[in-house]
């Protein structure tokens, strides 16, 4: 059942990005990004992470979604303009140079280390609301105060990037 | 076949590719990000499968803290798009050429 689930979310999940990259319309990739992040939700349950299932279909397949969805549809007109223009030729191999390495990378990893085992079953409370609240109110309190200030320079430095005004002194 | 933390890997692998290949060959900013997006997910993956090989919670801590640097990012980089798209008309990353315009 676990090996059924997890190629099930594991292949939707990969398809899902694949089709979000090759999609030409922004808002159809959009669809599928979140169908991708839908299915990674599905991984994590796997992995005995409820609690971040659920924050992945909240935080990621909801709120950042539709915030990407809102500019989208804001923007919408000519936003797609030169996406046809073919890649240049000499760019190709500098364009290769990274997947390359990243393909490498992982390649070299699972022929070096093998197949490992995930490990027994976890310790009951791993994984859920109370066991991640736990760590984060303790453990890891400091980190969860400084992403607090993380957050609210974002929503200030998305406000005055947005502010409409704006008399350009060289303009 | 047992599911192992190695084949976790190699989809986590599989999908940051996916978003790398398309951050380096698309060329609408907002498709950029959102490839930027998938590949942060990738590694909250390679982070909730780890912590469960070491039956310790971290990882999912940290998993938390990506998210709201992902939210953190989205805000910022979609502000600093509409800015641009309100000065230039476009999106496409091939045009902006300088800072300051």
Known sequence: MEGFLFWFCGTLMFLGGLMMVVQRSAVVSAVWLVFSFLCAAGIFALLSAPFLAVMQILVYAGAIMVLFLFVIMMLQGPVLDGERVPIKKGLWPFIALPPAAVIILLVGWVKGEGLRSLGDAPAPGFGTAEGVAQLLLGRYLLAFELISIVLLIAIVGALVIGKRERKLPWK | ?101
């Open chain 2, 1 to 101: 076949m047992e599911i192992t933390l190695t084949h976790y890997l190699v989809l986590a692998g599989a999908v940051f590719l996916t978003g790398m290949v398309g951050f380096i060959v698309r060329r609408n900013a907002i498709i950029m990000m959102m490839c930027v997006e998938l590949m942060l997910c990738s590694t909250n993956i390679v982070f909730a499968a780890f912590s469960r090989v070491h039956g310790d919670g971290g990882g999912h801590v940290f998993v938390l803290m990506n998210f709201a640097v992902a939210a953190a990012e989205a805000a910022i980089g979609l502000a600093i798009l509409v800015e641009i798209f309100r000065r230039r008309r476009t999106v496409n990353v091939d045009n902006f050429k300088a800072l300051m315009e």
